[in-house]
């Protein structure tokens, strides 16, 4: 097991530097002058010939290249030319609030769905499965923006359970000690500033985790058929196991392979999903600060921002790569 983590660590590394190229040449190949982009039609020469010498712009290729990978392996993203503040500071300090909401996101959409495949499975052909299956595929079918507005015109303005924007309320007060809402409101001991959180946190989370949760729902159920097919659960049920243990302990594991695999992709549509569900709900994270980052033309945001998602996408598969291997030992030599 751990020569597996060994090679795949190793494998790591030229992933990570790929990546970090393709986000180099992303903003290199922009058609254009990305200076001229960046401040307008009306800038002088003098600016515009200063924003180019900060960017290195006026440099060859291969000196922007080896100035971009010095600088990103100091930690340095350089500044954000919409807020005039620190890429990395901007992203650390955004960065609890996206985790906090794609977390819940997967939370609502694992357990949602594997126990909805779950149950489509044991109960096969009858009205539960047809019904569990009805509302995995309207789940797949509506997109996020979509669902995100038709939950707040209906839980926040037709009958208004839940607030619409924001992660807490303005007449309440938590010390951020943290930048996990969730953490510090349990750490503050307050029932109702933990409510309050909850409740800021529900529709978008929901928002977000519903696709996932009908393609796990749909894997599960799939992959959960398969298994019980399967000569040894025969076996185990010829010798009078109950179908709960046949399910928990012989059935549950094998399935769960090929869905654990589903849940690390679907982990990288929850990181580009909360572009749109940060956006819609005015929720204060990376993926909001990203987009308004592209409507402001601002390169060096867009590039570190994008980096963070592809490094956070590589970094869940590679996790994901390792608990494959922990589940099905087959993995490890092949």
């Known amino acids: ?113 594997i126990g909805l495949g779950m149950i489509s499975a044991v109960r096969r052909g009858g009205m539960v499965d047809y019904l569990s299956m009805a509302i995995a595929t309207a789940g797949i079918s509506m997109p996020i923006f979509w669902l995100a507005l038709v939950l707040l015109l209906l839980f926040a303005v037709a009958v208004p359970l839940l607030p619409f924007s924001g992660r807490l309320s303005a007449n309440i007060y938590l010390e951020a000690h943290t930048g996990f809402y969730l953490v510090d409101a349990v750490l503050a001991g307050e029932p109702a500033t933990l409510a309050d959180v909850l409740s800021h946190l529900a529709l978008p989370a929901i928002s977000l985790g519903t696709i996932p949760l009908a393609v796990i729902a749909r894997m599960t159920r799939s992959s959960l058929l398969e298994v019980l097919g399967e000569d040894y659960i025969r076996t185990a049920r010829a010798k009078g196991l109950s179908p709960l243990i046949v399910l928990v302990r012989h059935a549950v594991r094998n399935a769960f392979i090929p869905t654990l695999t589903v849940i690390a992709l679907e982990f990288g549509y929850l ?42 996408f590589i970094v869940v598969n590679l996790l994901a790569d390792i608990l494959y291997a922990w589940l099905d030992p087959r993995i490890r030599y092949s």
Not at 288 to 294: H, K, S
Not at 295 to 310: E, M, S, T, W
């Open 1 to 113: 097991m751990s020569s597996f983590i060994l090679r795949r660590l190793a494998l790591l590394i030229p992933t990570l530097a790929g990546i970090s190229f393709i986000v180099f040449l992303m903003i290199y190949l922009v058609p254009g002058d990305p200076a001229q982009a960046m401040l307008g039609e009306r800038a002088n020469a003098e600016t515009l010939a200063a924003l180019r010498q900060d960017m290195g712009l006026d440099q060859p290729f291969h000196v922007q290249l080896g100035r971009f990978f010095v600088d990103l392996i100091q930690g340095n993203l350089g500044r954000s030319f919409r807020t005039h503040e620190k890429i990395t500071v901007e992203i650390l300090s955004r960065f609890p609030a996206t985790f906090e909401l794609t977390m819940a996101a997967m939370l609502f959409a694992v357990v949602g769905g």
């Open 271 to 312: 990181l580009g999903g909360a572009i749109i569900t940060e956006t819609i709900f005015a929720w204060p994270g990376i993926g909001r600060w990203l987009f308004l980052a592209v409507l402001a033309r601002d390169f060096r945001a867009v590039q570190g921002g994008v980096l963070l998602i592809a490094t956070l």
